[in-house]
């Protein structure tokens, strides 16, 4: 473990907190997020539905920061894992500080045809499992009387138009459940905000750049934003820093969109 990491471990400004992401062993947000979490202190337990990338982001955590993350296989389409996956983590790693909803899946296609079973697994996945999983921590961090909840959600909350219009009013219902999580739970000392992205400079942007390129000039800064900007935001809404704010999203697009 170098030897920043090792000051972060220790002094970082989220320095003995327990942090759950979900979807934290993709390629870009999730991943990022953790990374920045645990170079501020924390430590991160990693979930994800793919045993094969938790564990290579086990390994590059490890190799990054030392101590090997604890890491649990959770898909978020089963409803009966979620709680117990929370009471696993707990049991093991102890009790959590924050926590980062960042698992989503999207699809494509009008939404007038969009069908049952596509509506049922996006439900469950991007509104569902978040409130599930808020539900879980809830208690604990009541009893203790402090907690950060950090929802990931989009501009395509604000923006239709975009070919995936139930992906967008799942996260618009995500930033509304967010704001009702943030008064209920506000006395008890715990937080809950969002942060939404815009298009995220990413593997996946530049395997597709044909479809983004007219887009990115349109971004006030003239570029999109990258994934370890928007996991420096979820850092910064996890710490102390933002003591002072709840029921709150952050838009973290570059200004393609601007929240009104």
């Known amino acids: 473990m170098t030897t920043s990491a090792q000051a972060a471990a220790g002094r970082g400004r989220l320095a003995g907190r327990v942090a759950l992401v979900t979807g934290a062993a993709g390629r870009d947000i999730g991943k990022h997020t953790a990374i920045q979490l645990a170079a501020e202190g924390a430590r991160v337990v990693l979930t994800d539905r793919s045993a094969f990338r938790l564990e290579r982001m086990r390994e590059a955590m490890t ?3 030392g101590p090997q993350p604890p890491a649990f296989e959770l898909d978020l389409r089963d409803r009966d894992r979620v709680g117990e996956i929370v009471r696993a983590i707990e049991a093991e790693v102890g009790a959590i500080d924050i926590l980062v909803n960042n698992a989503a899946i999207t699809a494509f296609g009008d939404v007038v045809d969009t069908p049952m079973e596509t509506w049922d697994e996006l439900v469950q996945v991007d509104f569902t499992a978040p409130w599930m999983l ?24 604000y923006v239709g138009g975009w070919n995936e219009g139930l992906y967008g009013a799942l996260k618009a219902a995500l930033q509304s459940l ?40 349109d971004a006030a ?6 994934s370890e900007e928007v996991a420096n935001t979820v850092a910064f809404l996890a710490s102390d820093e933002a003591s002072g704010i709840t029921g709150t999203v952050i838009n973290v697009s570059a200004g393609w969109y601007m929240t009104p």
Do not use: Q
């Open 63 to 65: 190799e990054r920061y």
């Open 134 to 157: 808020v539900k879980a921590v809830a208690p604990g961090m009541k009893a203790r009387g402090h907690g950060s909840i950090v929802n990931i959600t989009s501009v395509a909350a």
């Open 178 to 217: 967010t704001r009702d999580v943030a008064f209920e739970l506000g006395k008890s000392g715990i937080r809950c905000n969002c942060v939404a992205p815009g298009i995220v400079d990413s593997k996946f942007i530049r395997d597709n750049w044909h479809l983004y390129e007219d887009k990115e000039a």
């Open 221 to 226: 800064m003239g570029r999109f934003p990258t």
